[in-house]
């Protein structure tokens, strides 16, 4: 099983491909058709890094479809009061006495320092489908874990400024 993602990662992921397709190959090639003019490709940067960057391009191309392949597409609807996908949480933690929001989402879209956990961390599995006030533990390995309490659910679903180019 591959990556779990919903209906609007996968647009995102096509529309990513589509660019990477139209747009970029079409520099990338152009940009290499340009330094091989410019003379011996042995001593010539400017060739190796057109070919470098064409190659990374593709390379992001293959990893993109083959993603799309093997994934498996999750609901991001939930109850007014149950943590779902898109949903801004504000967790307790018991152990340091804080209080962090949280955006859930696919792993493809998480970012810690950008306050998005995925749903495949130890705090996302846990607190998925959750209500308000429930304490819940969270198993962070055989032989560790911490309480949190679920202080608040906001229905925020997905923003544009979410939107992101490259997950």
Do not use: C, W
């Not at 209906?7 to 397709?21: A, L, N, P, S, T």
């Not at 940009?31 to 011996?40: C, I, L, N, Q, Y």
């Not at 943590?83 to 955006?103: A, I, P």
Request: hydrophobic residues 30%; charged residues 35%; proline residues 1%.
């Amino acid at each position: 099983m591959g990556e779990r993602l919903t209906e609007e990662d996968v647009r995102k992921i096509r529309e990513e491909i589509e660019y990477r397709k139209l747009v970029v190959r079409k520099s990338a090639i152009e940009a290499v058709k340009e330094a091989r003019a410019h003379g011996d490709l042995s001593e010539n940067f400017e060739y190796h890094a057109a070919k470098r960057d064409k190659n990374q391009n593709e390379s992001r191309i293959r990893y993109l479809e083959r993603m799309l392949k093997t994934a498996s597409i999750v609901s991001d609807e939930s109850a007014d009061n149950e943590v779902g996908l898109n949903n801004t949480v504000e967790v307790y933690f018991e152990d340091e006495d804080e209080t962090e929001v949280y955006k859930l989402v696919t792993s493809v879209r998480g970012s810690s320092l950008n306050g998005r956990i995925s749903i495949e961390s130890p705090l996302g599995k846990a607190i998925l489908g959750r209500r308000t006030g429930e304490r819940v533990y969270v198993q962070v390995n055989e032989n560790a874990g911490y309480y949190v309490t679920i202080r608040s659910i906001e229905n925020t679903g997905d923003s544009e400024q979410d939107a992101i180019r490259r997950f």
